[in-house]
């Protein structure tokens, strides 16, 4: 089944993608625009920039581990776009190249009891560095 489904309008729905909208918020002020929503019947999971997908967590998974799904790392690394992500906790943004999370990952499905699963990739975020805007 792919989750990759293009949403064109908002809402945001619940969790991940209501930071997604803070994140949002923050690069429009600063002049970024981006191209489009990625989501499904769960909501949007991310955020197609030129430059980059734009992804959100509320905190780092022990003390300093992302996760977001594999289809959008690999999606950046074939667009050759980075994987940028949002997380609430420090109210910061970390930049990371796809190839170096491809290399340096692993991964677990988050599902829920609808039957909904996604296969995601997990990783330190020492690979990546803080994105200073």
Do not use: C, T
């Not at 792919?2 to 729905?13: L, Q, R, T, V, Y």
């Not at 992500?85 to 190839?99: H, M, R, T």
């Amino acid at each position: 089944m792919n989750h990759m489904n293009s949403m064109i309008a908002e809402p945001f729905i619940k969790g991940d993608s209501q930071l997604l909208k803070v994140a949002v918020s923050k690069l429009k002020k600063m002049g970024y625009i981006h191209l489009r929503l990625l989501g499904d019947a769960k909501g949007v999971f991310s955020i197609e920039y030129p430059r980059f997908f734009l992804n959100a967590k509320k905190y780092f998974y022990e003390n300093s581990i992302v996760s977001i799904q594999k289809e959008i790392v690999h999606r950046a690394r074939i667009l050759k776009k980075d994987v940028v992500v949002y997380v609430e906790q420090d109210n910061s943004f970390y930049i990371f190249d796809p190839q170096l999370i491809i290399n340096d990952h692993w991964e677990n499905i988050k599902g829920d009891p609808d039957g909904y699963h996604l296969l995601m990739y997990n990783w330190d975020v020492s690979l990546g560095r803080n994105l200073v805007l």
